[in-house]
Each structure stands twice: as C-alpha cells, then as structure tokens.
C-alpha cells in the first residue's frame, strides 16, 4: 500500500511555525513528525500532501518523495501530520482487513484513513482545498469501518509541541535502542551520570569539564557534535547532527542539527540552522529554521502571578491552560543584543527586531524594528538577509525557496495586523 502524509485545516494553529512549511515537518523529540512514519513505514512508499504554494520546498527538502500526487491505483493510508506516529498507533495501523476502508479518530480529530476506489478519489479532491478534520469525519464516518481511537498522540495546539517534547524524546530513544552506547570522543575529565541513559554518535567531541546528567530523563546527541568545556546538559534532551554547544546549561530540551547553542536553554525545541550563541535563558518556547537570537536575548516563561499564559495572534488572546509557556517564533526571525520577550509572545516569520525594551506579545510576519515601533521589513533586504545567513553556512537561497518566501512575504504583509 501507499502511505500518505497529509495536512487538514488544523496547520493554523500552529502559526507562525507552519507559515512556511507543514505540521509534520516540525521536530519534535530527536526527529520531525514525519520522520517517525518514514521510520516504521520503511518499506512502503510514503508520499506528501501539503499547501500547494509549499510544493517547491517540500521537494527539495525530502529529495525523491513525491508530494501533492496520490497515485489511485493503489489503496492507500493516509495520516494526518499532527499525528505522531507511534508503536501502538502503527500496530492498529496494519492490522487491518483487507477489502475495508477504516477511518482512525480521537477526540474529534481524524488520525488516519486506509482508502481505495471510489473513497480514494473523493479523498484526493478534498485534499485540493485543504479539509478540516471535522469535514473528513463527515465524507467518510458513514462509508467506512469507524474506529475510534482509545490513545494516540495528536498535537491541537502549538503550545502541544513544547509540552509533549520531553515525553517524544522518551519514546523515541526508547524504540531507537542505542542508549549505553558511545561512539564520539570523550575527554577524560568528562562527568556523565547514568551513562546508560547516554547515547553519543560517531564524529562527536566533547570537552573536558562537560556534564551529562541522564538521571531525570535520556540524553541523545547525534553525530558530529561539539560540546565546549564547562556545558550541562539534563535529560531528556537531543542534540542533532552537527550542532554545536558553546557553553552553559541546556535541560529537557531538543535542539536540531546544524545549530549553535549557549546560555540557557529549557524545555524547547530549536529546530536546525538556528544560533543562540550567547547568554541569555530562553526556556518553554519553540524556535524555527534560520532563527538568530542577538547575545542577551532572553525571555519569560513564567508570569509573575503564576496563572496560566495567554498566547497572543493577530491581536487575538488565546487561553493556553499553561502555566508554563515562553515564545514561539517563526523561521527566519533575527532579534538583536537584549531582546526581552515576555510569556506567550508569537514572532512571526522573518521579523527582525531590536532594542532592549519589552517587546509587543505579538509580531506580525516581516517586522521590522524596536518594541512598540514595527514597520515592515522591506522585501529586498529580508532576502538579501537571509542569503547572507545561508551563505555562512555554505548554503545557497534556492531559486524555489526564494519564490516561496516572496510569495509568504507579499501574502502575510498583505493581510498584516500591525504588531
């Protein structure tokens, strides 16, 4: 069968994180959503389905993969790509008999669907116009065997992405089985505590005067990695392939590959290509691509009261039932030296902020300027900012990708609401 990775409507909850990409791109524990399902459907051809303007992007960051075609010769499964994609779920997932189509749900959201004939062919005419769930739920609850699912981990909001990440980074090192085992180079005056809960890949450095404590929760850190003296890191955490860490204390936190890490980092997740390379506490938030935190940058994760954070979009407050919750900002956001962030702040993508004053709860996409004072970052020189980024990591702005972020900038300036 085929297997297929498809958006619904619920991607907006996640702004401004899926501005530029799908849900199911994301990280989230030691790798993206849709890499689980690429892990246990190893063997079956998964294919993509996402906005269409997204279409350029995707193909080059999963070369080979086919996305916004469904072939309808075949049955096929499709996955919802807030899913999270585990052992219980593919187990259910391929049990079932042949000859049936089954639609998967859980607390309204739909999970997954095994689709052929005619019920394929409705599905990929929906799928043009990017369904909700519950309009999933509608087409195919009376025409299929209906499950409804007793658990399964399925992200709603964004803040989901920060609170479910140390318990994804568990269960992924778990069913990876490589803990207890070391293949970098570790100094001898390195500290590490339950070096069974400690994986270490090959090509990896660390100094001397570094700590690894696992007691509270797993450590995993890819391949060529370099971990500067006088580093603490507390599990559960994940430290991606070619990263690299300054100095200073990172604790249950993931951060992807290509990134550079110091100061203090909790309880988030930086996903790759991403510099925090100074002091500064950035705690309970979610970092996007290309992302560059000025030395100092530092933000709230705690509200003096103690209730519960609101997280502010488009003007809009949004009860999050957390008491715990810091920033989430976009791919392509730059802040300068000092940046101050309060709880619940939303930075939209490519926004270049500055100045040492408490800045505004909400960004709008492609700011420019101190707290209280944004205008529009002008089109020409957020790409030429972003070229310039790349390039210093000997990576070029893609023809594609340039078209697909002019055409995000031109959408989101349009429909703006002034931060």
């Not at 049955?75 to 919802?80: A, Q």
């Not at 049936?100 to 997954?112: A, I, K």
């Not at 299929?144 to 992924?172: G, P, Y």
């Not at 210093?392 to 002019?406: F, K, P, W």
Request: hydrophobic content about 35%.
């Amino acid at each position: 069968m085929n297997v297929c990775v498809f958006e619904d409507q619920g991607y907006e909850a996640f702004y401004p994180l899926t501005t530029a990409r799908p849900v199911y791109d994301l990280l989230l524990g030691t790798s993206r959503i849709l890499d689980k399902v690429t892990q246990f459907f190893s063997r079956e051809v998964v294919i993509l389905h996402c906005r269409d303007f997204l279409k350029p992007i995707l193909k080059q960051t999963y070369k080979g993969m086919t996305v916004n075609q469904i072939n309808s010769g075949s049955n096929c499964l499709f996955i919802n790509g807030r899913a999270v994609l585990t052992k219980p779920l593919f187990d259910i997932f391929t049990r079932m008999e042949d000859g049936h189509d089954y639609l998967f749900t859980y607390r309204g959201t739909c999970v997954g669907m095994y689709l052929g004939g005619e019920l394929l062919t409705l599905m990929k005419d929906l799928l043009i116009s990017i369904p909700t769930s519950q309009e999933l739920i509608h087409h195919f609850r009376s025409k299929c065997i209906s499950k409804e699912l007793d658990d399964a981990v399925v992200m709603e909001h964004v803040w989901d992405l920060v609170k479910t990440n140390t318990d994804i980074i568990e269960t992924d090192t778990s069913l990876n089985n490589q803990l207890g085992i070391f293949k970098g180079d570790i100094r001898p005056y390195t500290s590490i505590y339950n070096e069974n809960d400690v994986y270490i890949g090959p090509g990896t450095h660390i100094d001397d005067f570094v700590v690894l404590d696992a007691r509270l929760g797993p450590i995993y850190i890819d391949e060529q990695v370099k971990i500067d003296s006088h580093t603490t890191i507390e599990g559960p955490t994940f430290i991606g392939n070619h990263s690299r860490i300054l100095g200073g204390k990172i604790c249950a936190s993931s951060v992807g590959p290509y990134c550079k890490v110091s100061g203090e980092l909790s309880h988030s997740v930086m996903t790759k290509y991403s510099n925090k390379a100074h002091a500064g506490f950035i705690g309970h938030s979610y970092i996007g691509d290309w992302v560059n935190l000025g030395a100092g940058t530092t933000n709230s994760n705690l509200k003096n009261t103690y209730g519960t954070v609101q997280l502010e979009m488009n003007n809009r407050r949004i009860p999050t039932n957390q008491i715990f919750l810091g920033s989430i900002i976009g791919d392509h956001v730059k802040m300068g030296i000092g940046t101050l962030l309060n709880t619940g702040t939303s930075v939209g993508c490519g926004a270049n902020i500055f100045g040492s004053e408490l800045h505004s709860k909400y960004i709008s996409p492609f700011s420019w300027g101190s707290a209280n004072n944004y205008m529009p970052y002008k089109k020409e020189k957020f790409i030429q900012t972003t070229q310039r980024m790349m390039a210093r990591r000997n990576i070029t702005l893609s023809h594609d990708s340039q078209q697909v972020l002019e055409l995000i900038y031109d959408h989101e300036t349009k429909n703006r609401t002034r931060a």
